[in-house]
């Protein structure tokens, strides 16, 4: 649904954003429900394999990630002409609550200023009201990235026959956490985590480039399992914020990804993860965050 002012170009435009979104998205059912220039209101419909912790149903922050990205990625093309691609520099986003199990979860983005080469964003995420949100985002894009033109130039085939489907492993690190098993990340023996290409963690179907809320759910999943190898806790740690600075473009490769904790006190801890492909010393992303633990006896106060 559009605002009545639209002129019939600019609902052309909206469509075409609409229906040619990137293939996570595509494959995820996230919907344009609503649009205007430079705004963006986005559904993605509750699925069982978002799920990041089975234990109590919440969803992965990393689904949380990807719809704040590419709900960014829709305000900023409906604030442009639709001609030029974007790419995301960097994106911070602060968690305000947990997704409650079973709902949809909805975006609203708007791209308040452009320049000639930079469009700047701010989303909200939620389930029943923007004003009780789940998570809230800021965001950097670049303007003419690449010569691309995901509106116009032509597609990779084969994006119906990928599936919302998780492996089953009862005894693997990710038991508990389909979106991570659909991802297909695995821990390796130095401590490292591999994210595997595949083509639906496409963002950009014409380079191809992996969908940078992929890219951030990874860094995310690493740096939850790293935190919890370090400090050798049980439970899962609970995301308070995350930045994540897009360095380069993720290819058609496998992704390696490790973390180190820049501090820790007695219920917060500090980290750094970092994503690469072929090249250690050349990073495609990097992020910094905070996990809230649960309260350790003998740690430092903030």
Partial sequence: MSNSSTTPAFEELAGAIGG??????????????????????SRLPYHPIFVGDAGTGVLHGGVVTALLDESCG?????????TRAIATLDLRIDYQKPATPGLDIKAHSVCYRTTRSIAFVRS???????EDPVATATACFMIGANRTNMLTDRRLDGRAALTLEAP???????????????LGIRVNDDGTLTMPFSPKIIGNPILPAIHGGMTGAFLE?????????ELGIATLPKPIGLTINYLRSGRALDSFANVSIVKQGRRIVAFEARAWQDDADRPIATAFGHFMLRPTPGNDDE
């Fill in 20 to 41: 040619r979104r990137s293939d996570y998205g595509h494959i995820s059912g996230l919907l344009l429900d609503r649009f205007a220039p430079g705004e963006a209101w």
């Fill in 74 to 82: 829709m305000a900023v093309q409906l604030a442009l002409d639709g």
């Fill in 124 to 130: 909200t995420a939620y389930q029943d009201s923007e």
């Fill in 168 to 182: 089953e492993d009862p005894d693997g690190p990710f038991a508990s956490s389909p979106f991570a098993r659909w």
């Fill in 221 to 229: 999943t690493t740096a939850i399992v790293g935190v919890r190898r």
